[in-house]
């Protein structure tokens, strides 16, 4: 049996620069020992965020837009251009520590793909890769079989992945577009993507999976590509951020 173990938090809908500090508090007592493997699954408030390799050309909007508009706008340290979050969208970061037997960024990111598509495939999606450009991707003309980047007719991208790993310590993760509004992609040229455009679950194919169903479903599928166990989904939708870090310490395990 597996010695890790992985605690997975429901936060409900947040604003993000507070989920933030969270983050960087967390991946904190992670480093130091005094919380474990701990994974936060959400959905954000409006907010656009720009990565370290973000291009401000690639936000179509000014500032007092997007203020206007009710969208936040927040440099952040993830990997990556531009992209949104909105209600709508899983977003799940894991902080974990991937030593010693995790040490591999690219199997890491990978598994977090492997997670977004195994939610979405029970629904008829069949997702694929496309060369240069991380992330979960489907064609929007052969939704129910991937035939390959080379023979997709109109590849959209459906899941979104920044990581950021210190020392082997994740944070950030992924973002799932499930009910969100795609109009509010308008704003920007989502992580640098000029030539292809942006999917959702309920555009694709009219199922409506709310955040907080697929948090749950979410939990095992990360675990399992961790290789670690896992209980179930503790609902701190009603905890302030410091309760939470006090919940985190008091789940901790070896491993």
Request: hydrophobic fraction near 45%; charge should be neutral; charged fraction near 20%.
């Amino acid at each position: 049996m597996s010695a890790r173990h992985l605690t997975g938090f429901w936060l409900g809908r947040r604003a993000y620069p507070a989920v933030h500090a969270l983050m960087q508090q967390l991946f904190e007592e992670r480093r130091a020992g005094r919380v474990g493997d701990t994974v936060l699954l959400l959905e954000h408030e409006p907010v656009i965020t720009l990565g370290r390799g973000a291009k401000l050309e690639n936000l179509l909007v000014n500032p007092k837009t997007l203020t206007e508009l009710g969208v936040g706008l927040v440099d952040t340290g993830r990997g990556g251009d531009v992209t949104l979050h909105a209600p709508g969208q899983l977003i799940a970061y894991p902080i974990v520590d991937l030593s010693p037997d995790r040490q591999d960024v690219r199997k890491y990111v990978q598994g977090l793909t492997s997670v977004m598509s195994r939610l979405v495939a029970p629904h008829g999606l069949a997702t694929g890769s496309m060369t240069g450009k991380i992330g979960l991707w489907v064609d929007r003309e052969s939704l129910a079989r991937w035939p390959g980047e080379d023979k997709a007719r109109v590849p959209v991208k459906i899941g979104a992945i920044g990581v950021r790993i210190s020392r082997w310590i994740t944070q950030h993760g992924f973002a799932l577009n499930l009910t969100t509004d795609l109009a509010l992609f308008q704003l920007i040229v989502p992580c640098g993507i000029h030539e292809f455009g942006v999917a959702s679950l309920e555009a694709l194919t009219g199922i409506r999976l709310e955040v907080a169903d697929a948090a749950r479903l979410a939990l095992p599928e990360i675990a399992e590509g961790l290789g670690a166990r896992v209980d179930e989904l503790i609902d701190a939708s009603e905890l302030g951020s410091n309760q939470l870090l006090e919940r985190a310490r008091a789940v901790r395990r070896p491993g």
